[in-house]
């Protein structure tokens, strides 16, 4: 008989009669004996779940949460999830041998990712019911499901919990993904730094379709002619090598084409145009709100924290630069930008 079988035919017996039993003391010391810290606790844990899953269940279930870095948090953090999640949907998936180790292994790995699956019932809904656990996000698939989540209508104060929300979706499948051996340290990174490149990109869509609605377009003056001016965000350090980690900042500078020009501005009653700003006002807004949209922290959270240091002139420097400004940055300064990815 294996250890596991040995454990089950003890167990059992205790967990049918958790309902009635008069104290949780022998469960609590069974379990101790088999590596939990606070057999006390979990059992009175294992009381609770009885009124969602069956002895045979229950006893898998303790057995694979012995299995994972830290027994009594599994149970714990099941628990919780239990009064958020569908009963039936939960059972479902533990009824599965390898959906109940990838779900108590982040039970017992992480209470971050167990708040994530407690914020919303659809989190868990996507992640196991929808098996985005199983999906590895490539190239472009990253902004692409980002954009379908906003409209022509979406504004900007709409725009930041899509992003935060978005986020943990993302952040949870990565995490489940790499605690399950189901993705490699290089898929990890590639993916945190996708999501990062989505993220910015998607702010700095709708952030220039709102700033159009009240400014126009950006124009600048060439020597071919009048031509629409852009910016670029250039990703330094870790986010521009694709090597982000989940508590990683993004380095970041923001670059624009030319600082000769201006917006179009907005036709006004007179016949007139208001909100004619100069390229680089523009641009400097511009960036301070695609940043805010990504780093702000509100009742969502936040997306990622932003780190502007690298910019030319440090963090005394303007928001944006142009073209030209980086040109003429001192040569120590603009060292810095010789690797760069650019986002947008």
Not at 72 to 81: G, P, Q, V
Not at 187 to 204: D, F, G, P, R
């Amino acid at each position: 008989m294996t250890r596991n079988s040995e454990s089950a035919a003890l167990l059992l017996p205790l967990l049918e009669r958790i309902a009635d039993a008069e104290t949780d003391q022998p469960l609590a010391l069974f379990l101790e004996s088999r590596g939990f810290s606070f057999g006390a606790r979990s059992a009175a844990n294992l009381k609770l779940l009885a009124a969602v899953f069956p002895p045979e269940c229950l006893c898998a279930i303790t057995l694979q949460a012995i299995a994972t870095p830290m027994p009594d948090m599994a149970l714990n953090s099941l628990e919780r999830i239990s009064t958020m999640v569908s009963a039936e949907e939960l059972r479902v998936i533990c009824s599965k041998k390898s959906r109940l180790a990838q779900l108590l292994t982040l039970c017992g790995s992480s209470p971050f990712l167990t708040n994530i699956l407690c914020r919303d019932p659809a989190y868990f809904r996507d992640l196991f019911i929808r098996r985005r656990i199983d999906k590895r996000r490539q190239g472009d698939e990253t902004v692409t499901a980002l954009r379908a989540l906003v409209s022509d209508t979406t504004d900007y104060a709409a725009l930041l919990p899509i992003l935060r929300r978005f986020k943990y979706a993302e952040v949870l499948r990565i995490a489940a993904r790499d605690l399950s051996g189901l993705a490699a340290l290089e898929e990890v990174t590639l993916e945190l730094t996708q999501l990062a490149t989505a993220a910015l990109q998607v702010a700095y869509e709708v952030t220039k379709r709102v700033l159009a609605a009240e400014y126009g377009l950006p124009v600048m003056r060439t020597p071919q002619g009048e031509a629409e001016a852009d910016l670029t965000i250039l990703g330094m350090g870790k986010f521009g090598g694709k090597e982000l980690n989940f508590s990683s900042d993004i380095d970041i500078i923001f670059l624009y084409s030319s600082d000769s020009g201006e917006t179009t501005g907005i036709p006004d009653a007179q016949g007139g145009r208001r909100g004619v700003l100069s390229l680089h006002a523009y641009f400097v807004k511009l960036a301070e709100m695609v940043t805010r949209a990504v780093s702000q922290v509100t009742e969502d959270g936040f997306v990622f924290r932003v780190d502007l240091g690298l910019r030319p002139e440090g963090k005394s420097g303007d928001m944006a630069i142009s073209l030209r400004e980086s040109a003429s940055s001192p040569p120590s300064a603009r060292s810095s930008i010789a690797s760069t990815w650019t986002t947008t």
